[in-house]
C-alpha cells in the first residue's frame, strides 16, 4: 500500500504529539529538504506553535538563512559544516571558515 503525503503529515504530527508527551519543546526535523523542507516545518508549527524544530538533511550555506529567520526554527545541522573531505585532510581553516559563515548567516537571518 503507497503511503500519500497525508499519511507522512500524520506521522510527524503524531511524533511530535508523543514528544510534546514526553515534556519535549524541540524536536528534529530529518530529512528537512526532502521532507518539505521550510514550507512543512511552517505547516506542523500551525498546529504545534510551541514546538522548535531543528532541520537537518539538505541544509546548507545557501538555504540557512532562511530556515534561521524562522521562529520555528530553533537550530539547523549539517554535514556541509564538516566536510567529509576537510575532516580527511584535517582542514581545520576551512571547516572554521564554514563556521564562521555560518554564524554570520545566522545572525544576519535573526537580526542580531
Do not use: H
Amino acid at each position: 500500500m503507497s503511503r500519500g503525503l497525508g499519511d507522512v503529515y500524520k506521522r510527524q504530527a503524531s511524533e511530535i504529539e508523543l514528544a510534546l508527551e514526553l515534556g519535549l519543546e524541540v524536536v528534529k526535523f530529518f530529512p528537512a529538504e526532502q521532507s518539505g523542507g521550510l514550507a512543512k516545518i511552517k505547516a506542523l508549527a500551525g498546529p504545534f506553535a510551541n514546538v522548535k524544530f531543528m532541520p537537518t538533511g539538505g541544509i546548507s550555506l545557501k538555504n540557512l538563512g532562511e530556515y534561521m529567520a524562522c521562529k520555528s526554527v530553533a537550530a539547523c545541522g549539517g554535514t556541509f559544516m564538516c566536510a567529509s573531505a576537510d575532516l580527511k585532510a584535517k582542514n581545520w581553516s576551512a571547516i572554521t571558515e564554514t563556521c564562521v559563515k555560518s554564524l554570520e548567516i545566522i545572525r544576519a537571518a535573526r537580526g542580531e
